[in-house]
């Protein structure tokens, strides 16, 4: 996966990616309880439908379970966690320390010896069908719209999984939920998006992703996606633009506090994604949300929700006020804001959940405990 959408953990600063760059954190915690192991699995799709008319012969979908799926008296799955990462990520991104070491493991909110827990990894994401396999820039220009859709097939079709316990979403995962509360509002108990608005995806938000569209395109060595050699120019530009969204001030000034220290982290974090980065997977990444907006349609939700945004996400600015007034369009919605403290890292709050699963807690036990 890109590496500009690595979480940056620890001293080290280097770490597996969650979702948009993040900035260094505090030393580790000690270790929690033993954490299950992942199952990985793929869906294949046949003659997959874009919105924009274009089609895939085949649309391959890999993902990540822990658990096993429980039915009930009446034959339908009630214990399945669809978990959905954020841009550039993938399902993997977020079996970490910090989110599934928090969340789980024996005797936590979502023991996977009581829930069925899917990780999917998206489309152009992870090891799931994206441009860098071989189309290249012909690979068909996705939108919210189809990694939705592609989710909702990997679940029903796929996993057979005909009813969800929750939903929760993290930063792209976050929007993604939305259209999930919206679009099969049946098919789910509970919603909780973390860190991203309710809002089409416009003003500085869309500016920087611009940026970064319009920076790969733009560099000769793009050469219109059929590049031999990475366009590094452009995916230098994009790495600037990536750290910046996703930085917290204070926890960058404490892992950072000196100018040697900042100096050498851009050179140490530069050098470390490009090794992995490609430009048109980057491209059609940071692209996919320009569909994006549920606001029309937020009535339609209609299960218990639970959206936690952070005061110091640079993505989702707070001073906006976009969420307190699209939380009252929803029946049963409830928005908190997270002060800025020692929890709270940026954008990718959204991957620590030790900052937010109180409220997890209360929304568990809302929708049926």
């Excluded at 309880?33 to 012969?57: M, N, W």
């Excluded at 799955?77 to 990462?85: E, G």
């Amino acid at each position: 996966m890109p590496k500009f959408t690595a979480c940056l953990a620890g001293l080290a600063l280097l770490a597996a990616s969650a979702s948009f760059a993040q900035t260094p954190q505090s030393p580790p915690a000690p270790p929690g309880p033993p954490q299950p192991t992942p199952t990985e699995g793929d869906f294949v799709i046949r003659d997959f439908h874009f919105a924009s008319g274009e089609t895939l012969p085949v649309l391959k979908l890999h993902y990540y379970t822990f658990g096993a799926p429980h039915r009930n008296a009446a034959g339908h799955v009630d214990n399945a966690v669809l978990i959905m990462h954020g841009t550039g990520g993938s399902g993997h991104s977020l079996i970490r320390k910090e989110f599934t070491g928090e969340l789980a493991g024996p005797g936590q909110l979502l023991d996977a010896a009581r829930y069925y827990l899917i990780f999917p990894d998206d489309l152009g994401h992870g090891q799931s069908s994206k441009p860098s396999d071989g189309l290249h820039a012909r690979f068909p220009h996705y939108g919210y719209a189809d990694m939705v859709e592609a989710e909702h097939r990997l679940v029903i079709e796929g996993l057979k999984v005909d009813h969800l316990r929750l939903v929760i979403g993290t930063s792209m995962g976050c929007m993604h939920a939305f259209m999930w509360g919206e679009n099969w509002p049946l098919e789910m108990d509970a919603l909780m998006p973390l860190a991203c608005n309710t809002v089409q995806i416009a003003g500085r938000n869309r500016v920087w992703r611009e940026m970064v569209v319009q920076a790969i395109k733009n560099d000769p060595a793009w050469k219109g996606g059929d590049y031999t050699e990475q366009p590094t120019r452009a995916l230098i530009t994009a790495i600037d633009l990536q750290v910046m969204a996703g930085s917290a001030p204070q926890q960058m000034q404490k892992a950072l506090p000196t100018r040697d220290d900042a100096d050498a982290y851009v050179t140490r974090v530069t050098a470390a994604y490009l090794k992995d980065m490609d430009a048109n997977d980057t491209l059609y990444q940071t692209d996919s949300s320009r569909d994006y907006d549920p606001s029309a349609r937020l009535g339609d939700i209609v299960a218990p929700l639970m959206w936690v945004n952070s005061a110091d996400d640079f993505i989702n600015p707070p001073e906006l006020g976009l969420a307190e007034q699209s939380v009252k369009q929803i029946k049963r919605g409830k928005f908190v804001l997270l002060p800025i403290g020692p929890n709270t890292h940026g954008h990718g709050t959204h991957t620590y959940a030790i900052a937010w699963k109180q409220y997890l807690a209360e929304l568990l036990e809302e929708s049926g405990g």
